[in-house]
């Protein structure tokens, strides 16, 4: 027998070129099984580049849209902090201003008050400076400057049962030779002696040529002394007023005597009086 040998057929694979022309010719190609698929793989490799850059560029483009709303949120919200600092800041320079006001306000009240108290006091203090009229009916008013002096009277006086001083006559003579000033007063009849300020009595004396002698201490330094021939109506330690009677009413043609004492020394009245008084 004649052995049949089966033989392999080989399957080729052709790629036709056709042209479009009417008279074109179709041309055959033969490629081989290695081209085939190395073109198939080409072009599976070639897909697979392309569809991977367009993930990728997809990824990014979702990745940027991302950042830009992220950013575009981080905006809303600076602005809106922005709004919220500006409005703080409009609160406080309100506020400041406020304060500022509130402050000048206290300062000026706070002045306002200091000089008002410094007024208050000075009209206070006013009210002990001897610069009233010691009478209120006077004919004359006359200056009798001289020397000041300052005549100690310790151990020279006395007191009596109602606790007035009463300076010897030795004294009292040697106080009015000593030449203080004095201002006298004709008085007329009816006529008042007054405290010229507000006082406390603190001697109630004589002397030989005015009889009664009346001295108000005002505080400050200043001491008034009133010398008449009128009966005393006040005690040593009273408090008087601006005003006050001391002595009964005068006779027509009484001399008032009147001194002021200003920190121990004598000084001449008609400065000090308000003679507008």
Same mark, same amino acid.
């Given at each position: 027998?004649?052995?049949? /040998?089966?033989?392999?057929? /080989?399957?080729?694979?052709?790629?036709?070129?056709?042209?479009?022309?009417?008279?074109?010719?179709?041309?055959?190609?033969?490629? #081989?099984?290695?081209?085939?698929?190395?073109?198939?793989?080409?072009?599976?490799?070639?897909?697979?580049?392309?569809?991977?850059?367009?993930?990728?560029?997809?990824?990014?483009? =979702?990745?940027?849209?991302?950042?830009?709303?992220?950013?575009?949120?981080?905006?809303?919200?600076?602005?809106?902090?922005?709004?919220? @600092?500006?409005?703080?800041?409009?609160?406080?320079?309100?506020?400041?201003?406020?304060? %500022?006001?509130?402050?000048?306000?206290?300062?000026?009240?706070?002045?306002?008050?200091?000089?008002?108290?410094?007024?208050?006091?000075?009209?206070?203090?006013?009210?002990?400076?001897?610069?009233?009229?010691?009478?209120?009916? $006077?004919?004359?008013?006359?200056?009798?400057?001289?020397?000041?002096?300052?005549?100690?009277?310790?151990?020279?006086?006395?007191?009596?049962?109602? %606790?007035?001083?009463? =300076?010897?006559?030795?004294?009292?003579?040697?106080?009015?030779?000593?030449?203080?000033?004095?201002?006298?007063?004709?008085?007329?009849?009816?006529?008042?002696?007054?405290?010229?300020?507000?006082?406390?009595? =603190?001697?109630?004396?004589?002397?030989?040529?005015?009889?009664?002698?009346?001295?108000?201490?005002?505080?400050?330094?200043?001491?008034?002394?009133?010398?008449?021939?009128?009966?005393?109506?006040?005690?040593?330690?009273?408090?008087?007023?601006? #005003?006050?009677? @001391?002595?009964?009413?005068?006779?027509?043609?009484?001399?008032?005597?009147?001194?002021?004492? @200003?920190?121990?020394?004598? =000084?001449?009245? $008609?400065?000090?009086?308000? @003679? /507008?008084?």
């Amino acid at each position: 027998m004649v052995e049949s /040998k089966k033989h392999k057929r /080989k399957t080729k694979r052709m790629i036709m070129l056709v042209s479009d022309a009417i008279d074109g010719k179709v041309k055959q190609h033969a490629l #081989g099984v290695v081209i085939t698929w190395g073109i198939i793989f080409l072009l599976m490799f070639t897909t697979a580049v392309v569809g991977l850059c367009f993930y990728i560029e997809r990824e990014y483009m =979702i990745s940027a849209s991302n950042d830009v709303s992220r950013l575009e949120q981080d905006i809303l919200d600076l602005n809106a902090q922005n709004e919220s @600092l500006l409005k703080s800041i409009e609160e406080l320079e309100e506020r400041n201003a406020i304060l %500022g006001t509130t402050l000048e306000e206290k300062i000026k009240a706070e002045e306002e008050r200091i000089q008002l108290e410094a007024e208050e006091d000075a009209i206070e203090a006013a009210k002990y400076i001897p610069t009233g009229l010691p009478a209120n009916k $006077a004919v004359s008013m006359n200056e009798m400057a001289g020397q000041n002096t300052d005549i100690d009277i310790t151990g020279n006086s006395t007191q009596n049962a109602d %606790g007035e001083t009463i =300076i010897s006559e030795e004294v009292a003579n040697e106080m009015m030779t000593s030449k203080n000033p004095i201002v006298e007063f004709v008085l007329e009849k009816d006529g008042i002696v007054m405290a010229t300020a507000d006082g406390t009595v =603190i001697m109630v004396s004589e002397d030989s040529v005015y009889t009664n002698v009346v001295r108000v201490d005002h505080g400050n330094g200043y001491v008034s002394v009133y010398r008449c021939k009128c009966n005393v109506v006040v005690n040593v330690g009273d408090t008087v007023t601006k #005003g006050m009677q @001391l002595f009964e009413a005068a006779q027509s043609d009484t001399v008032l005597g009147y001194q002021i004492i @200003l920190n121990a020394d004598y =000084i001449n009245p $008609a400065e000090l009086m308000d @003679l /507008k008084g």
